[in-house]
Nanobody, 122 residues
Framework: QVQLVESGGGLVQAGASLRLSCAASGRTLSSYAMGWFRQAPGKEREFVASVSWSGITTDYTDSVKGRFTISRDNAKNTVYLQMNSLKREDTAVYYC???????????????WGQGTQVTVSS
């Protein structure tokens, strides 16, 4: 079992930056691909970014490319999502997930955190 805990969310103004962290316990993250998903009010959860177990390969949804960066520190059992130039439409609950592949689909991930709220005001 892997337990994931997200942190770093908050209320910021448009254009600001936030860094989300996802800390794991129970098992090492080094053998898992990791993903970040988000769910805005009234919408389905959507893929944001993912990273392979090695950290070499990353993937981003188009709306965050060039603004968000996913990274991992396997020694610290932590994955990060650096979010720059935040927009109102980035407002959502952000979830990290661990799984067998860094695909964009939820069923590729076996473990999920509880989420952290990100609110971007104009």
């Amino acid at each position: 079992q892997v337990q994931l805990v997200e942190s770093g969310g908050g209320l910021v103004q448009a254009g600001a930056s936030l860094r989300l962290s996802c800390a794991a316990s129970g098992r090492t993250l080094s053998s898992y691909a990791m993903g970040w998903f988000r769910q805005a009010p009234g919408k389905e959860r959507e893929f944001v970014a993912s990273v392979s177990w090695s950290g070499i390969t990353t993937d981003y949804t188009d709306s965050v490319k060039g603004r968000f960066t996913i990274s991992r520190d396997n020694a610290k059992n932590t994955v990060y999502l650096q979010m720059n130039s935040l927009k109102r439409e980035d407002t959502a609950v952000y979830y990290c997930a661990a799984g067998r592949s860094y695909l964009r689909i939820e069923r590729a991930y076996d473990y999920w955190g509880q989420g952290t709220q990100v609110t971007v005001s104009s």
